[in-house]
């Protein structure tokens, strides 16, 4: 991986990194309520529904994970295949308006965001001349 300096990289790319970080931490809070109302449901219905105690686990998942590439983003490092790579944070906030919290609202609408920074020609550009 090549390093860059800040001055180098697009002002696109690092606002899209704030807002990874951001979105990535409204997935891991939502997926720990959506845990817990979960695991409430579960114990409420006496074992009967214990597969919604697991639905925020992949939210929480993912959460972590674009912390981290959000954060890397932010410093102007070059993340490799970002654009499918974020596409798991929006699935997970999907996840999350669906089945369990609203939270998942602003975090789909901060990953749609993300999506059109990543489709730009001058982020493209960019994340291309680093991959090679």
């Known amino acids: ?25 409204m997935n891991l809070l939502g997926g720990m309520l ?7 449901v579960c114990v409420g219905t006496y074992g009967l529904c214990c597969p919604f105690m697991f639905m925020g686990i992949p939210a929480m998942i ?11 983003a932010t410093k102007g490092r070059p993340v490799e295949n970002l ?17 369990v ?15 059109t920074k990543l489709g730009q020609r001058e982020v493209a ?3 291309d001349e680093a991959d090679d």
Do not use: H, N, R
Request: charge should be negative.
């Open 83 to 99: 654009k499918s790579k974020s596409l798991g944070g929006l699935f997970a906030s999907m996840l999350l308006l669906v089945s």
């Open 101 to 115: 919290t609203m939270l998942g609202l602003p975090g789909l609408i901060l990953e749609i965001i993300i999506q």
């Open 62 to 72: 993912a959460g972590v994970m674009e912390l981290q590439w959000g954060t890397d």
């Open 1 to 25: 991986m090549a390093t860059y300096e800040l001055e180098e990289v697009p002002q696109d790319y690092l606002m899209m990194g704030q807002l990874m970080q951001i979105a990535g931490l």
């Open 34 to 40: 959506g845990t817990f109302v979960g695991f409430a």
């Open 125 to 127: 550009a960019f994340l």
